[in-house]
């Protein structure tokens, strides 16, 4: 397919689509509000890194002056990085940030609908959005839910948070038709931990397996996108039990200074790193690292089921 007009792709990753190369896109959200400067610039060269080590094109995607942008360049990632203005932009702020020419980094949700205008059907992250915790009064639920059950992309994560409220965020995405693959384990993860205490919704043990689902989904005319949850590995996994406390003390912190709406996720990740003294943030980088790895074996696997 051809990029949507309103694109700009770079030459690197224009030429492999146009080969049937795989590509991997990247968000920008997890870069500006996501984790401290200057360790997320430092990931997010790292991760683009290792997506070319293991034979694919890194694509992180953000609107940069009013532009949707698919590759970026290092001055580009650095931008994203250390400027405070750049704002966080889902799907609903996506017009808004074009129409005035602004700087936005684009969520999980707004990176899968800019992926697929590009033709990118893999896309690694951190952590997806869910359905948060007292959703049933805040109602506040994540457009990433809303997206993957529209948007034909599979996205790569260490799981769900549990800021999130993960049993509701399970139910949700079977809701919405979006099959959740755990590789190499029967349990859910938990982004931090390779447990959450709910099972995993169906298991793939390898890349191949993954990409047989995502041809036989779209191949099936079933619209929307996959979650493929890839476990943080045991070395770096901080335990369930130890976490637990901090995010609920990050919680009642975030309720303390009234912070809500699109504004919660971002203090939560930053909390956490604060009160766990930065070891959130090394599992943090690991996990990402893990699934920039696996999203690049499964890129290159759904590639060879299209050539
Ligand atoms: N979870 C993480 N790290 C992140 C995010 C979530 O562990 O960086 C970011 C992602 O960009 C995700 C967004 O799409 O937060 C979800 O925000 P919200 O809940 O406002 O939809
Ligand atoms: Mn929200």
């Known amino acids: 397919m051809t990029p949507h007009s309103m694109l700009e792709l ?171 693959v755990v590789h190499g384990s029967d349990e859910f993860p938990s982004f931090y931990s390779r447990s959450s205490g709910h099972s995993a919704p169906m298991r793939v043990d390898s890349a191949a397996e993954v990409a047989a689902v995502m041809a036989a989904k779209w191949s099936l005319g079933l619209s929307g996108g996959l979650v493929v949850a890839n476990p943080i590995p045991e070395a770096d996994e901080i335990p369930a039990e130890q976490i637990a406390g901090i995010i609920d003390r990050a919680l009642a912190d975030m309720d303390a200074l009234g912070i809500q709406g699109k504004d919660t996720t971002p203090y939560l990740l930053g909390r956490i790193v604060e009160l766990t003294g930065g070891e959130s943030l090394a599992a943090n980088v690991a996990l990402v690292r893990a699934n920039a790895r696996f999203g690049a074996a499964i890129a290159a696997a759904y590639a060879r089921t299209r050539g």
Do not use: W
């Open 10 to 180: 770079t030459g690197e990753v224009a030429n492999a689509l146009r080969d049937g190369d795989p590509v991997v896109a990247l968000e920008s959200t997890i870069i500006s509000h996501g984790m401290p400067y200057p360790d997320n610039v430092a990931m997010a060269r790292e991760v683009e890194d290792i997506i070319r080590g293991c034979g694919a094109v890194p694509a992180t995607i953000a609107v940069l002056d009013g532009r949707p942008r698919v590759g970026l360049g290092a001055d580009d990632l650095e931008l994203l990085a250390s400027d405070e203005e750049v704002a966080k932009v889902s799907v609903r702020d996506l017009p808004y940030v074009v129409a005035r020419g602004a700087h936005g980094a684009t969520t999980v949700a707004a990176t899968m609908r800019l992926a697929a205008l590009a033709g990118i059907p893999v896309f690694v992250t951190g952590g997806i959005g869910g359905v948060h915790r007292g959703a049933t009064q805040s109602f506040d639920i994540s457009a990433d839910l809303t997206e993957l059950g529209r948007t034909d992309v599979a996205v790569v994560s260490a799981g769900v948070k549990s800021i999130l409220d993960i049993g509701l965020t399970l139910e949700a995405l079977e809701t919405l038709g979006v099959p959740v």
